[in-house]
T-cell receptor
Framework: QQQVKQSPQSLIVQKGGISIINCAYENTAFDYFPWYQQFPGKGPALLIAIRPDVSEKKEGRFTISFNKSAKQFSLHIMDSQPGDSATYFCAARPMDSNYQLIWGAGTKLIIKP | NAGVTQTPKFQVLKTGQSMTLQCAQDMNHNSMYWYRQDPGMGLRLIYYSASEGTTDKGEVPNGYNVSRLNKREFSLRLESAAPSQTSVYFC???????????FGPGTRLTVL
């Protein structure tokens, strides 16, 4: 069964620090890797995404790093702010399915003021 | 635009009761999804509808049925609720040419 393993389960970072969340996958047949952000009581929302032909993508303070050979991708949040406190999910889309995503278990991020 | 709407927001059922969770989107999206979210388990796909008139099982379909009523609406039915179905349920939709899934605000369901 295809899996995406996400770590850590929870993370506490001081304001202004760098938050790093990691994901690893076990199957090479993925073609799209999104990160979703979820605030309490809300549905997840797309934060940033990357395709496997790119090693890094940056949008403001958020960066995805992708290591195809290691089958790993990570989310870096620079200058973390209390408003970034949320649950973050990584996901991967199988190449043979245009419709489904395989989701990581989520990371609860708390930014301390 | 309201995006993706879900009703109800909260529901408490007794074991064996039935109910239907409603989902509607006003973005003219072709694909719609039902997920359940449980602590430490992320989002698990129950059913999805790639386009109007089609539905397919996801990872955890047992105990659920779905209906794609029209392009806008996708409902999830629990015929005989069980405590294991206590969860937060999310509906999502996606346009055919884009990767992003748009989520509703969720329904928190408790089965006693």
């Amino acid at each position: 069964q295809q899996q995406v393993k996400q770590s850590p389960q929870s993370l506490i970072v001081q304001k202004g620090g760098i938050s790093i969340i990691n994901c690893a996958y076990e199957n090479t047949a993925f073609d799209y890797f999104p990160w979703y952000q979820q605030f309490p009581g809300k549905g997840p929302a797309l934060l940033i995404a990357i395709r496997p032909d790119v090693s890094e993508k940056k949008e403001g303070r958020f960066t995805i790093s992708f290591n195809k050979s290691a089958k790993q991708f990570s989310l870096h949040i620079m200058d973390s702010q209390p408003g970034d406190s949320a649950t973050y999910f990584c996901a991967a889309r199988p190449m043979d399915s245009n419709y489904q995503l395989i989701w990581g278990a989520g990371t609860k991020l708390i930014i301390k003021p | 635009n309201a995006g993706v709407t879900q009703t109800p927001k909260f529901q408490v059922l007794k074991t064996g009761q039935s109910m239907t969770l409603q989902c509607a989107q006003d973005m003219n999206h072709n694909s719609m999804y039902w997920y359940r979210q449980d602590p430490g388990m992320g989002l698990r796909l129950i059913y999805y509808s790639a386009s109007e008139g089609t539905t397919d099982k996801g990872e955890v379909p047992n105990g659920y049925n779905v209906s794609r009523l029209n392009k806008r609406e996708f409902s999830l039915r629990l015929e005989s609720a069980a405590p294991s179905q206590t969860s937060v349920y999310f509906c999502a939709s996606r346009a055919i040419s884009y990767n992003e899934q748009f989520f509703g605000p969720g329904t928190r369901l408790t089965v006693l």
